[in-house]
């Protein structure tokens, strides 16, 4: 008889070749196996809820593993687990869940935010990207708002992925300023390759003025990616919330 569980966990990713295992680099999937194993000794797969790339974080996540072991939900497994994993990922909860319960599959939506930061800060070098220009941040919105209007996000999309379809629905994306930060808040029920990083590095065109709102919708439009604009970096990127339905998981790490 083996157990499902549920892990809610964050991770920094600047010292991560992404969430998932990958060929002579470091990963946080590989990470967590290798922990997991060592701990139960049993060999351990992990499932994650998605696929970070390379440089971005997660404020929040969830994956899931299967084991033997039928207690793995303890506080003192948590606090076990934390010791055996690196210093830029932590273990928030460990949840048993039914053998069907999936990480990916079962999630209803995601947010993910981009923090800007317009003054040179060397203490938020790896976890915002310093933007020299001073963006209009209502236009931005203004064009933010333009994306309810739409599902297909292709021009928004890394090329050659192997997704079925480009459509997303978008539930809110929002853009706010406090003092010299800028944050990108964006939630949908799923998300392309590169999406949100392309998305704000369009958007950060309406807000210098280099595009005006009808370019944006004209971009949206052609499903081309190469009408948009270019991909932000990585590192100003967190996954900051995964949720499902209450009978698959009730999140029980509270920020």
Known sequence: MTQRYFIELAYKGTNFHGWQIQPNAVSVQECLEKALSVITRETIAVTGAGRTDTGVHASYFVAHFDSGKLNLDHPDFTHKLNSFLGKDIVIFQVSKVTTEAHARFDATSRTY??????????????????????????????????????????????????VKTN??????????????????????????????????GTILEVGIGKID????????????????????????????????PKEIFNRRFKE
Request: with cysteine; charged share 25%; hydrophobic share 40%.
């Open 113 to 162: 935010q981009y923090h800007l930061n317009l003054r040179k800060d060397p203490f938020a070098l790896e976890t915002s990207w310093y933007f020299f220009s001073r963006p209009d941040v209502e236009r931005m919105n203004e064009a933010s708002r333009i994306l309810f209007e739409y599902t297909d996000f292709t021009s928004f999309s890394k090329l050659h992925t192997d």
């Open 167 to 200: 459509n997303c629905k978008i539930y809110c994306a929002e853009w706010t300023q406090e003092s010299a930060n800028i944050v990108f808040t964006v939630k949908a029920d799923r998300f392309l390759r590169n999406m949100v990083r392309a998305l704000v």
């Open 213 to 244: 709102l009808n370019q944006f919708r004209k971009i949206i439009e052609q499903k081309d990616r190469g009408a948009a604009g270019l991909s932000v970096p990585a590192h100003g990127l967190f996954l900051t919330d995964i949720e499902y």
